[in-house]
């Protein structure tokens, strides 16, 4: 049976996308699969007793070194924040391209507590900063420096000791451009050293409110118990910087969707599912319930999708029991089609990311294809016609070309660079200053306008000559053309409406990076949580793969 | 240091300020990074141009033709650039193209190595006693490399060159003998069973 890949028109909507959840195909899973037999080490701990100063730890296989560099500061309570506009932070970290010299540590040590305002070097390759969750922190120093064991319901509320604010990567203030180090086959898949980074900081973490526990209290202090370190992962506070990368890398959020679009597809096509596939993907799905009741959040936004998911999710397991058969053919396209039925956007990605858990041999494969090279796309085939353009937008934007943008509530946003911070922001043109600056981020607009402007030229007419003409429409001219070959490139809809969840955005690249409990603070930004329940780097070696969900 | 990301993103930023459009903007983020990757001064010519481009008037050319004379100023090396990269399938054919006046003709430079690239052949590139091969932008041969590109070329010549070698056939006879020493002389037994060897081609 052939399976068809779902229309990038319904999957590509921001709603369906702001349902996505991790899977195998994430970045976090796929880094521990890959650095699971890379030595790990912790090379350097000078903190004091109140555990602040230099940490250093690394991943090594043969001659290949990264080594993460931690500065932990004491900072006043006053002056945590985990806003951008923050200048100072608990700890701050950078991932150093092999093994820092004592010159190196030195030169770190005066930048990268600065991070926005610090300038790294092609040596550095990632960067980051992170703020305690002070009320965590503290009450686990406490107990342990008393000889006993936090307590799990608060550790469960929260989730972290530590939560980061930022991580750069890619040339941001003179780290190594991509192209420096895009041919080590470590690292051949999106996000891998930002992923790294976080990871280590995580065991950081413990190490540090280990050694502050055991220095309040050096006789009767114990260490957090691994079983309970495994429960604790990293917070992101995320906010709209996030938002503008997948509108700006179109070719590589094409590659992120079409793999798992392919995953899918290849699952369903399955015609007899053997007894341990099975039993795997239902212990997934049981288990997983878990990670649903105890996903916290205030967002009423969330809170109404968490509680509908856990409903869907009894139901599709009664579904599993009660009604249908894994020994009929094509057992994982009945699951597809009943989810299309019965439930809703929230569940059905749920459920599809799961699917993956038993299939290795087909999602293992497409890892390697969620990366871009996207200079290959960058030149317009100005040789082509408008007649040739305007197929390509009849085809890939049906009901964008729909859009009225003569009513204001469609063009009620606009997106902007911030002078005081330098990061993308969103705002009302209706109301706040700055429209005449947008950013070229209101595509659907735009492509619109195109579209009409190409109404009105002969069709015969070349690209270049129509560019000689339109030259402010050449951002999107260049964009039909890159998404002419990659359907999964663009979202469907209208960033810049007044109806739009910017925070769908941001869950959708979170999905894909492997967080887990989404936690919308407003329509703006949002707390994750990575890594929680993963191995610790030294358990690396042998670990259970499907372990966010055990 | 600066990376290149950051070189490419500033420069497209400043251009968009400089009141381009985006897309021409990213245009010029990509040639500026091209011209540093390269070693030229991009930024420092870019930054004088956009200060420059304050007071002084320059001209937008936007169909190319064999020989372009400016009316009164010199040619805008970005809209020309582009312009050149757009209609590079065109120019082609027409092999050599002259222009009056060029300003800040550095910056024409990455949209001529980039269409290099798109026709797959060299450009050679030409003003008073300065030279430039583009290389299928794989990389710019220049007699001005530790100099200061002027600011203006007058009388700029741009050659498509064919696709021909680069030595002469002696030498590449000469070469190719040499080459042979690594070859073994098959026995004949060892022919008849080489690939293709049959009894028939007939059948």
Redesign the interface.
Known sequence: MRVELRDPNIIMKLSRLGSFHQSKLSFLRSFLDEFKDWEYNRDLFNLDSGGYGVAIYSFKKNKRVYSLVCFANKIDDNDRSDRVIATKWDAAFTLHDGVPSKKDIERLKNEVPRQEVGRL??KELTLSRANKSVRVFNHVVENLSKGIQPDLNLLEKVGYLYRTTAVYG??????????RIKNRTEINGPFRLEMMLVYLVRQFTFDQVNHVAKHKNPKSAVNLDPKICRNLGIGNSTGLGMAPFIVNHPTLLNNWVLSREIALKKIREIENVNSKDKDLFKKCVKDSLKNITSWNSESEFQIKKINSLLINVKRFLEFLENQLDFKSPYPFNQIYSWLEKETCEETIEYIVSMMMEPFDEIVQPLIKNMSSDEERY???P??RTVLELKNILKQRYPEILKIDFENKSNLRNFWF?SKNKEEPRYADRFEEEGAELEQ?LAIARDIKRLNDQLNSCKDDLT??RF??NN????????RAFIIEKFPYAEIQDNTISENVVPIDMLRLKLSFFGALKFDPRSDKWLRICMFQGAPLPNELKDYNQHWVYC | ??????IETTSK?ASRASG?????S??VG?SIRLLEMFSFKGIKNLNEYFKDKKDKKFENL??IDENNECLEFSYCPIILGV?F???I??LEKIKTVNFSKIAYPLLFLPFLS?SSE?IGKKIFFKFEKNEFLLNINVNIATNLLNENCPNVATNAEVKILENNDNFMEQDWKSLYQLSEKTFVEETESLKKGAAGAGLTDND
């Open positions: 070097s092609y890619s040339g941001k203030f003179g780290l190594a451009d991509r192209f960058f030149r317009i100005t040789e660079i070229p690209i270049d560019l000689m030259s402010d429409l050449r951002h999107v001219v260049r | 240091m600066k990376s290149l990301s950051e930023r381009y459009s985006w897309g021409i990213e245009e990509k936007n169909l312009s990269l757009d209609q399938k065109n980039r798109v």
